[in-house]
């Protein structure tokens, strides 16, 4: 098909024409041509820079095309691209996982790999309920928080509140039994609901983003309030699955957003910053005690689970990487200057009025901006921001009206600023 556009590039023409890009209605949709990216700043075509204010959907720590990340997939792919990880193993996944075995807490030590937040999340599911298999008590109920994601698979997806994104696949979904995200005012039936339902002894799992829920809109709740679900699901025999995908690598503040507890869960999903946002990989961590149960002289009780890609080196080198530049001072400084910066920029916006509901933690900062109607993702006002923000230069996504920060730890404090600025011309505009 011929188009009549001239100011288009061949490559962007066959972007016009085959791509299908996520999360997008495509009818009418515009997209930005990118030429690079370098640190917080990514290059378009027609010349602009635009500061990457959401670390590309929350997975780039150190900035995009870092050089030492960079030298280490290169130095990677010219020795081991890829092998089969089954029969096969290789020194850049032992390495990793080692890495983060001493990083994570409690007795976290058995790596399972994958290639994104959603089969991570698939991983756990299935670790969990075949792990109870496999002790011959089988179980069957998971339990989830009100409003969670846990990504696009079917497996997640059930576990995912479904009225936003997942309507047209409600029938496919197994049945979930759903708790609200506890806060002061409903903790106590919070606690009680949720006791309710693991009282019946049939609770395979109990899956959460740990202190805050992501793309629910950033909801920030109280690691006390975990705490205890966490030792109430332990104590009927229910496993907890922390859902690291975008806390984990420092987002909040912490390595791990389970630092924050005291009781250490039994499985961890960790994707996005895992391989600094050069490539995509996943990793599932199960605790000794699950491992156990699939420790056996009998081959049915094997993991059934495994992908083309699993323990890519290439991938592997880059976390590899990522985790050497997350472990240096300079970064864990640049986490908490971004801590900081946040809650000077909360102390300017707080009393404005068409800012409600400001939380933070760690390097992300969300406020809810004030419409007629509840917040929502459809919210009218989310389009008209996010085309405001790249006119000032500045990549923000809000989800619906609720308005966030999730910037690379690399961002300078003066980009950081133009962000902050970017926002409150907004709220002077609209
Ligand atoms: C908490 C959480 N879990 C899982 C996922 C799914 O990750 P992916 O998009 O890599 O499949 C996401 C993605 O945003 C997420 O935020």
Same mark, same amino acid.
């Given at each position: 098909? %011929? ?6 590039? @061949? ?136 409003? *969670? ?6 497996? *997640? ?44 002894? @049939? ?15 950033? %909801? ?6 975990? %705490? ?13 699955? *922390? @859902? ?43 605790? @000794? !005690? ?33 985790? !050497? ?8 400084? *640049? ?82 600023? !133009?962000?902050?600025?970017?926002? !409150? ?6």
């Amino acid at each position: 098909m %011929e188009r009549e556009r001239t100011d288009l590039s @061949d490559w962007e023409m066959w972007d016009e024409q085959y791509v299908w890009h996520p999360y997008t209605q495509m009818k009418g949709a515009k997209h930005l041509s990118v030429e690079s990216a370098k640190g917080s700043q990514i290059k378009l075509k027609d010349g602009r820079e635009i500061i990457d204010a959401v670390s590309s959907w929350w997975v780039n720590p150190h900035g995009h095309s870092h050089p030492y990340i960079a030298e280490k997939i290169h130095e990677q792919a010219q020795n081991l691209a890829h092998v089969i990880f089954a029969g096969f193993r290789h020194e850049p996944a032992a390495r990793l996982a080692k890495t983060l075995a001493d990083w994570l807490p409690g007795s976290l030590n058995r790596v399972f790999f994958s290639d994104n937040g959603s089969t991570a999340v698939e991983a756990a599911l299935k670790m969990c309920i075949q792990a109870h298999y496999n002790e011959g008590k089988p179980k069957k109920t998971i339990v989830a928080f009100e409003g *969670a994601y846990h990504g696009d698979t079917l497996g *997640a997806i059930s576990t995912s509140a479904q009225d936003t994104f997942f309507t047209a696949f409600k029938e496919y979904t197994f049945e979930i039994q759903r708790i609200p995200l506890p806060n002061a005012g409903n903790f106590k039936d919070c606690f009680e609901k949720f006791h309710s339902v693991l009282k019946d002894g @049939d609770v395979a799992a109990f899956i959460y983003e740990p202190l805050v829920q992501g793309a629910a809109g950033m %909801e920030i709740y109280s690691p006390f309030h975990l %705490e205890q679900l966490i030792q109430l699901a332990k104590q009927w025999g229910a496993y907890c699955i *922390a @859902d690291e995908v975008m806390t984990g690598f420092g987002r909040t503040g912490k390595t791990f957003a389970s630092e924050y507890m005291e009781t250490s869960p039994d499985v961890i999903c960790l994707s996005k910053c895992l391989t600094g946002g050069a490539l995509p990989m996943a990793i599932t961590v199960g605790s @000794d !005690e699950i491992y156990e149960k699939f420790f056996s002289d009998e081959k049915q009780k094997m993991f059934f689970h495994g992908h083309s890609f699993t323990g890519n080196p290439i991938g592997c080198a880059a976390s590899i990487a990522s985790l !050497e530049l997350l472990k240096k001072q300079d970064c864990q400084d *640049a986490i908490q200057r971004i801590n900081r910066q946040h809650k000077a920029f909360s102390d300017r916006i707080k009393s404005h009025p068409k800012v409600t509901r400001l939380r933070m933690m760690g390097t992300i900062l969300a406020f809810d901006w004030k419409i007629d109607e509840k917040t929502n993702y459809y919210a009218e006002i989310r389009d008209e921001l996010y085309e405001f923000f790249l006119s000032k230069g500045v990549l923000l996504r809000p989800l619906g009206n609720i308005v966030y920060i999730l910037p690379p730890y690399c961002i300078s404090k003066e980009e950081l600023e !133009e962000v902050y600025s970017a926002i !409150e011309s907004a709220l002077e505009k609209f």
